[in-house]
């Protein structure tokens, strides 16, 4: 059981923690690669109001 819970400190990280961190895109990435503009501005509630 301790091998199973690694609570004795020694033993390697599970393959399966490893390899979904390494396919989870990094969001830093994301929002680096995303258009510094963003998307086109929206009138504002007051403004569509007044039209």
Known sequence: ???E????GKG???PEQA???SARPSVLDRLKASPVHGAPEKP???EMEAR
């Open 5 to 8: 819970l690694n609570l004795d």
């Open 12 to 14: 390697q990280p599970q």
């Open 44 to 46: 504002h509630k007051k």
């Open 1 to 3: 059981m301790d091998m």
């Open 19 to 21: 390899i979904a961190k």
